[in-house]
């Protein structure tokens, strides 16, 4: 890989002549954890996901179940908030825009937004159109391998850019839940977790859309 042959500072230089190096990040080489509290131990054969509120019928699905829905694979570039930046990552798993093609997932006309349920109850929120962009996904795996557990095991949503486009919307990292269990479709808006505590409801990191206030 790019970064293994070319040391830190060249991989960077390489990725912002690129223009894939947003405002204010720096490239790294390694995978930084970042969270809110202990890291839970899901337990496969009671795990289930469950697609809620504006939705004409809602679903539960169990490990299995989930497993058997159509699989999309995606390499995007990730940034998160605390200014690290990691390139050319690749996720497997589901996208809400088949899940909703396929009709899997049926939104009542009045779902704008969607909520991000996690363990714990951390939460983070998008628009509807947001989740409908080819660079977020609901992950299993990470570079061929179920995700480890520190970053999500055994399902997170993944948000991030495409190295050759930049139309679509970005966001940070964080809108990405681990340990993702399930979607609230609303006609309204609700901040989650870090966006009640400080973090830009955009969070646009090509717009550098960190803060919700100007410090
Ligand atoms: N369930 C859950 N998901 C979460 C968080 C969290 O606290 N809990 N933190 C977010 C934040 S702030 C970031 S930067 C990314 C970090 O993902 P990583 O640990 O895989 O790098 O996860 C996001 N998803
Ligand atoms: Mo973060």
Request: aromatic share 14%; charged share 25%; with cysteine.
């Amino acid at each position: 890989m790019l970064e293994s042959i070319l040391g830190r500072r060249e991989a960077e230089a390489k990725i912002k002549s690129q223009n894939r190096l947003p405002p204010g990040q720096s490239l790294t080489q390694k995978f930084p954890v970042l969270h809110y509290g202990p890291v839970p131990r899901p337990d496969l054969a009671t795990w289930d996901f469950r697609v809620f509120g504006l939705v004409e019928e809602e679903k539960t699905w169990n490990w299995e179940e989930f497993n058997k829905l159509p699989h999309t694979r995606v390499t995007l570039d990730i940034h998160c908030v605390t200014r690290w930046s990691k390139f050319d990552t690749t996720w497997e798993g589901v996208s809400v825009k088949t899940l909703i093609k396929e009709g899997l997932i049926k939104p009542k006309p009045e779902a704008n937004f969607v909520v991000q349920h996690c363990e714990f109850g951390y939460t983070t929120n998008t628009p509807l159109d947001f989740l409908l962009q080819d660079n977020v996904i609901m992950a299993t795996h990470y570079e061929g391998e179920p995700l480890p557990l520190d970053h999500g095991y055994p399902l997170r949503m993944v948000v991030g850019s495409f190295a050759d486009r930049h139309e679509g919307k970005s966001a940070y990292f964080w809108k990405g839940g681990k340990w993702l269990r399930g979607l609230e479709f609303r006609a309204t808006d609700q901040l989650g977790f870090w966006e009640r505590n400080g973090y830009n409801n955009e969070a646009d990191p090509w717009r550098e859309q960190r803060y919700s206030y100007q410090w």
